[in-house]
Each structure stands twice: as structure tokens, then as C-alpha cells.
Antibody, heavy 115, light 107 residues
Framework: EVQLVESGGGLVQPGGSLRLSCDTS????????MTWVRQAPGKGLEWVAN????????YYAKSVEGRFTISRDNAKRSFYLQMNGLRVEDTAVYYC????????WGQGIMVAVSS | EVVLTQSPATLSLSPGERATLSCRAS??????LAWYQQRPGQVPRLLIY???NRATGVPDRFSGSGSGTDFTLTISSLEPEDFAVYYC?????????FGGGTRVEIK
């Protein structure tokens, strides 16, 4: 069974940092692009970043480029989102997902940016 | 950036009726369009990928069609659990983008 589990969310002040993790199981992790998607409260879905199976290509939404960094550890079957310079508008539920169309999703984790 | 425009914003229908949702792209995305369903308080669920392929476990009352810039998601006969928000998403070019969503509500 394919599983994705996020961790690392929470409440942080503007300008602060958080690192999200997504631990996976049930599939050949090294074969897939992996993605972060977010959803602000009451809003639609927004793609954040994704990373190629070997980590050699990474892409970011303009809204997070230069502040967020996606990475992966294929040995641990995990990937990450380092979020620096957090803004109030980054407040959202963050989902990790598999592939560039998102066939499996994690349960989501809340990131709240507030003073 | 490919902009996806979904219409209508809200669709009010009764159980058993047919739902037709539209997604229009600002430039061609070939067939690389997906549809998702999100029920209140739940994680989005992939319904359709590559415009017309049903994801694993998706009932056959859901069908997708289209290519290029115009796409349609059809629900042939609405079940109570189908009342939800539906999003389209393109994966032909970065940034990957979603449409704004169509809410299918009970009339």
C-alpha cells in the first residue's frame, strides 16, 4: 500500500523557518518525481515545488522561489521542504504527493505563520 | 504560465443528474491534464489523468475528455458522495497549475 506521511508543521512567526518531511512507503521511491502542494484556509490548491527522482531537477512556484528548498533522500525514502523567510501568506495545509499529476497524497500538515 | 479556467464556479444539481465540468487552458497542454475531487475536510483525490484515464478505483460514472485547451469532466449520474469541489491541473509545463475549482452542490 502506498503511504505518504508529512511531519514538521506548526506555528511560526513571520520570517521564521520550518522543515517539512514526507516519509513514504509501498512503492519504488527512487522511480518517481515527488511534489509539495499547499492549500490556504478556504482556498484552492497551489503547487509549491517538485523534484526529479534523482534530485537533479527541482522546480518552484514563483511565490516560494528563493525561500523554499526541496530535497530528497532516496536511501530514507523521504523528501523535504525547507521553508525560510516564512510569510503570513504561506499559512496553509501542506501536502506531499507523488508524481507530477498527484496520484497519491499525504494527509496534509498545517503550517501557520503568525505573530 | 498556463492559466486554467474552470466553469461554472458552482453547479447545483440533484442526485442522479449528469454533471458537466469544464476546464480551459490559456495555451495547449496536449493531453496532460488531471482532475481531482476534494470533499469537505478531506485530502484531494485523483480522478482522471492524461485527460481521459481513470485513476485506480475511480467509478466509471466519471469520465474525462478533451485535448489541447478544452477539457471536460463528466459525472454521468451524481451519487450523494460526488457533491464536492473538483479541480483540474496541468502537468505539461512548469509552473504546474490548478484551476480555481468547480463546486458541485446539491440542488
Amino acid at each position: 500500500e502506498v503511504q505518504l506521511v508529512e511531519s514538521g508543521g506548526g506555528l511560526v512567526q513571520p520570517g521564521g523557518s520550518l522543515r517539512l518531511s514526507c516519509d513514504t512507503s509501498g512503492f519504488t521511491f527512487i522511480s518517481y518525481w515527488m511534489t509539495w502542494v499547499r492549500q490556504a484556509p478556504g482556498k484552492g490548491l497551489e503547487w509549491v515545488a517538485n523534484i526529479k527522482f534523482d534530485g537533479t531537477e527541482k522546480y518552484y512556484a514563483k511565490s516560494v522561489e528563493g525561500r523554499f528548498t526541496i530535497s530528497r533522500d532516496n536511501a530514507k525514502r523521504s523528501f523535504y521542504l525547507q521553508m525560510n523567510g516564512l510569510r503570513v501568506e504561506d499559512t496553509a495545509v501542506y501536502y506531499c504527493a507523488r508524481r507530477n499529476f498527484f496520484d497519491y497524497w499525504g494527509q496534509g500538515i498545517m503550517v501557520a505563520v503568525s505573530s | 504560465e498556463v492559466v486554467l479556467t474552470q466553469s461554472p464556479a458552482t453547479l447545483s444539481l440533484s442526485p442522479g443528474e449528469r454533471a458537466t465540468l469544464s476546464c480551459r487552458a490559456s495555451q495547449s497542454v496536449r493531453i496532460y491534464l488531471a482532475w481531482y475531487q476534494q470533499r469537505p475536510g478531506q485530502v484531494p483525490r485523483l480522478l482522471i489523468y492524461d485527460a481521459s484515464n481513470r485513476a485506480t478505483g475511480v467509478p466509471d460514472r466519471f469520465s474525462g475528455s478533451g485535448s489541447g485547451t478544452d477539457f471536460t469532466l463528466t459525472i454521468s449520474s451524481l451519487e450523494p458522495e460526488d457533491f464536492a469541489v473538483y479541480y483540474c491541473q496541468q502537468c505539461t509545463s512548469w509552473p504546474l497549475t490548478f484551476g480555481g475549482g468547480t463546486r458541485v452542490e446539491i440542488k
